[in-house]
C-alpha cells in the first residue's frame, strides 16, 4: 500500500524501467533507493545480510517473495485454527471486535483470491453471515441476552450493527456495576467498640449484645436480645419482635398453601429460604411475590390481576398486555414502542399504574406476559438482589 501511494509499485514489478539520458536516469535510482531502504526498514535485522548482494528493489523482491512466500493452505488452516479458538475472556468488546477482525480480514484476503469474480459476490454474502454468528458465539456470558436477541433475528444484522448494540450492553453493564459497588460501601455495619487512648486494637473492640471485649455480636457466645432482654439470641432473631414476626408467618403462608393460585402481583421483597428448606415450586415463588408486595398497598385498591407477573432484567419499563388491571389509565401516542427479542416491535397503546409504588406500565396489547422492570425498579431508588434462595427489592 505505501509503495503503491507514493506511485512507486513499477519499481517492483519491473515495469518502470531505467532510462538512459542522465537526468532520468538519476531521478529512477532516487526512488528505487527509496523502495530499497523501505525493505531494509521493514525486514527483521537478522535478514538485512542476505540482500547486500542485490542492487535493485525488484530484485530484493523477488528474493523475498522466493524464499518466504508461505504456502497459502497452510496460512488459511493456521487461521482457520486461530479463529476458532478466539475468544472475547477478559478483553473489552473494542478490543475483542478489532482481534476478530483482523484474523477474519486475512482468512477472508487468502480464500477471495482463489474465487473467480462472477461467484464472489456470493460467497462474500456467506462469509458475512458466517462471520457475525462465529463473532456473536465468542462473547462472555454476561452478554448472553444481547446475543441470544441478535441471533433470532431474520436475517441476522450486520456486524457493525451487533457491535453497536453489543457497546450500548457493555456499558450498561459497566454503570450497573458502578452503582452495585456505590450501595455495597454506602451499607453502614454498626458495630459499637469502646476505645482506649488512639489504638484500635481487636481487645478494645466491645460486643453490642453481651458488652464484653475482642469480639462483635455475630460471632457472640453469649448472644443478648435487647429487645425482649433475654439471652440466647440477637434482636434481629428475636421471636416476638413485630418485624421477625412477620417473617415467619410469611414463610409458614407460603409452605402450608404450595398448591394455591394467587392473585398475582408482584411485590419488592422475597424473603430467601434457607438451604434446609424444600425446593421451591413456580406457585410458592409467586406466592411468595404476591405475599410480599402486598405491603407496598398493591392490594388495596380492588383491583384484582388475572395472570403473574415476571421480575425481568431484560425489561426497560414495566410492561402488561392487558389494562383492565390498571389504575389511572392514560392512552399513549408517543413515539416510543417496545423491542421484542427477534427484533420486532410492538406498539404502546397506554400507560397506568399498578399502585402507588409502581408507575408508567407501558400497556401493549401483543404482550403474552407480565413484566416488572428491574431497570425501573432501580431508577425509582429501589435495590435489587438475586440469589439461590429468592430475589430481594
Known sequence: MFVKGKELWGHIDGTSSTLKDTKGLGLWEAKDARIVSWLLG???????????????????????????????????????????????GNLSIEQYYSGFLNLWGEYSGIIYAKVPKEVLSAL?????????????????????????????????PTLDI??????????????????????????????????????????????????????????CTKPYCNYCRKRGHIIKECPIRPQNRQAQAFQA???ATPAAQPSPIVGPTVTPV???????TPEMVQQMIISAFSTFGLQGNGKTVSSPWFVDSGASNHMTGQSESLLNVQSYNGPQYIQIGNG??????????????????????????????????????????????????
Request: glycine share 6%.
Open 42 to 88: 521493514s525486514i527483521k535485522p537478522h535478514m538485512v545480510n542476505n540482500l547486500r548482494s542485490f542492487s535493485t528493489a525488484k530484485e530484493m523482491w523477488e528474493y523475498l517473495r522466493r524464499i518466504y512466500n508461505q504456502d497459502n493452505n497452510a496460512c488459511c488452516f493456521q487461521l482457520e485454527l486461530e479463529i476458532a479458538y478466539f475468544t472475547q
Open 124 to 156: 462474500q454474502t456467506v462469509h458475512e453471515e458466517s462471520r457475525c454468528d462465529q463473532f456473536l458465539m465468542k462473547l462472555r456470558a454476561e452478554y448472553e441476552t444481547t446475543q441470544a436477541g441478535l441471533l433470532k433475528r431474520n436475517p441476522v
Open 162 to 219: 451487533c457491535l453497536g448494540e453489543l457497546l450500548r450492553e457493555e456499558q450498561r453493564l459497566a454503570t450497573q456495576a458502578e452503582m452495585g459497588q456505590e450501595r455495597l460501601h454506602s451499607e453502614i455495619v454498626n458495630v459499637a467498640y469502646a476505645t482506649q487512648g488512639r489504638g484500635r486494637e481487636k481487645g478494645q473492640i466491645q460486643c453490642y449484645s453481651c458488652k464484653e471485649f475482642g469480639h462483635i455480636a455475630t460471632s
Open 253 to 255: 403462608a407460603v409452605q
Open 274 to 280: 434457607s438451604s434446609s428448606q424444600a425446593v421451591l
Open 344 to 393: 420486532s416491535h410492538l406498539p404502546i397503546n397506554a400507560v397506568g399504574d399498578i399502585g402507588p409504588s409502581f408507575q408508567n406500565v407501558f400497556v401493549s396489547p401483543g404482550l403474552s406476559a407480565n413484566l416488572i422492570s428491574v431497570g425501573q425498579l432501580v431508577d425509582n431508588n429501589c435495590n435489587v438482589s438475586f440469589s439461590h434462595g429468592g430475589c430481594l427489592v
